[in-house]
């Protein structure tokens, strides 16, 4: 009779049992030990968009409360960087977990293989509905999603095309605001049966920074500091920074919006030190009347006033500069307001606690730094991405992570999320651990990066690979040139003094280049 009470009892605290499991599942407690639980993914990543352009990063520029909100209520990441800081290739290691030289996409020249293993094949694979609206910027057309609308190529800032599989058709208003309309758009008409996995990638802040209209006047009267390496004259670094991409060369007809046949045709940065008349870009043409009478109000008076100020030399570097800053940042401007009208829709749909939200760009920027614009080196400015992530049920609030993630970290990471296995063949890891405050023993210490763009491509930077660590950062750059540069970030976190011939650091220079031919080794990158 004992045995049988034993039974009785261990049975009816087993039903209690799944019983208070069943009333925490409900009000979301103890889910993160739930297999069954797993999260919607919104993924927002801009273009271009620098890290000291967020507030929550830095200050000094720009205040960005959406953003800085993910940061407040989730975890923000430090040591965030790019394996290849170019376009294309950037989003193409977002959806393989593979670094350029496996996923066939060395730089914006080349030609996406959709037919290739993707992460968001995988999330369809695994249960959840896939969805990417915006920028696609790969040339073959999106696969591994149930919905897709894109912009085509970069897309234009007012009034732009889209593509999906229906055709195209042009959607009247501002890039960044259509994006974010699609995207709550998709929301509303998704399967809600199924967790989403939706990526919305906006244009913005992409060159040549043309801002909504409503904000053409914000920081009108805003004198910018200029960086501290702004007059950088490069004369410890390598040849290799001599590249074609100096603020002093910008285009006064299209990157300034002058817009005068005087300017029509000019020797400036962003070709190949040449006459470049194919940026002679008519801004214009690409506005409705209502929306030219206030671009025209706008520009006819900056206009006017640089012709009276017959501006020359530091001066005009400076104007320049100012005038960068300010079409830049208005561009966040509206990068941020739609990521609040995102957050703003998961609140109002009950969606926010289960859904995993990232926002990143797709490597960082020069706002100045080095007297540039741009990205492509291995520079801290262009090699660091901006990282923020939220999901309540698992990342505590306040979070800040000083590991080294990698945008090859996202496929494997967004697979772990949603519960299916990450293919033998991906190069990324899973960053789950960290996100829930836990850093994995044997997580990576160092990251492997390479470029390949040159010189078939624009601004002419070198063909360079390196490796970064916590402190050092150690760069080659070859193919027509062979040499070599050290920083130790510690003592020089912007980069102006190469240590690659001091004896004091030649321990240093060893073991990172034996480091260094590891990770190649460990990615099976043969350079040649």
Known sequence: MRIYQNVYYALKAGVMCWLVNLCLWQIGIGQENQPSIRPNILFIMSDDHARQAISSYDSTLIRTPNLDRLAQEGMRFTNSFVTNSICSPSRAVLLTGKYSHKN????????????????????????????????????????????????????????????????????????????????????????????????????APHRNWVPNLKHLDKFKDTQFPLPPTFFDDY????????????????????????????????????????????LKLNYRAELNDEQRKIWDAHYDQMRAEFREAKLTGKDLLEWKYQRYMRDYLRCILSVDENVGRLLDYLDANGMAENTLVVYTSDQGFYLGEHGWYDKRFMYEESLSMPLLIRYPR?????????????????????????????????????????????????????????????????????????????QYKLIHFYNDIDTWELYDLRTDPIEINNLIGDPDYAGVIDALKVELQRLQGKYEDRVE
């Open 104 to 203: 066939g996409l060395r730089d914006n020249r080349d030609t996406f293989d959709g037919s290739q293993q993707t992460m968001p094949k995988r999330m369809r694979a695994a249960g959840y509905q896939t969805a990417i609206i915006g920028k696609w910027h790969l040339k073959s057309e999106p696969t591994g999603f149930d919905t897709w609308d894109v912009l085509k190529g970069q897309g234009q800032y007012y009034n732009p095309l889209f593509l999906n599989p229906d055709g195209k058709r042009q959607i009247e208003g501002y890039a960044t605001d259509i994006i974010t309309d699609l995207a709550i758009e998709t929301l509303e008409n998704r399967n809600k049966s199924k967790p989403f996995l939706l990526l919305v990638h906006h244009k």
């Open 235 to 278: 004369k410890n670094r390598a040849a290799a920074a001599q590249a074609d991409m100096r603020i002093d060369d910008m285009f006064l007809y299209s990157d300034f919006k002058l817009q005068d046949e005087d300017f029509a045709v000019e020797t400036g940065s962003g070709g190949k030190g040449s006459a470049v008349p194919r």
């Open 394 to 470: 698992e990342i505590k609030a306040g979070q800040v992570s000083h590991d080294i993630v990698l945008n090859l970290d996202f496929a494997a990471t967004f697979l772990d999320f949603a519960g299916a296995a990450i293919p033998d063949d991906m190069q990324g890891e899973s960053f789950r651990a960290i996100l829930q405050g836990k850093t994995p023993i044997n997580w990576r210490s160092s990251m492997y990066y390479h470029y390949y763009e040159y010189p078939h491509g624009w601004h002419m930077v070198k063909r360079h690979y390196g490796v970064r660590t916590k």
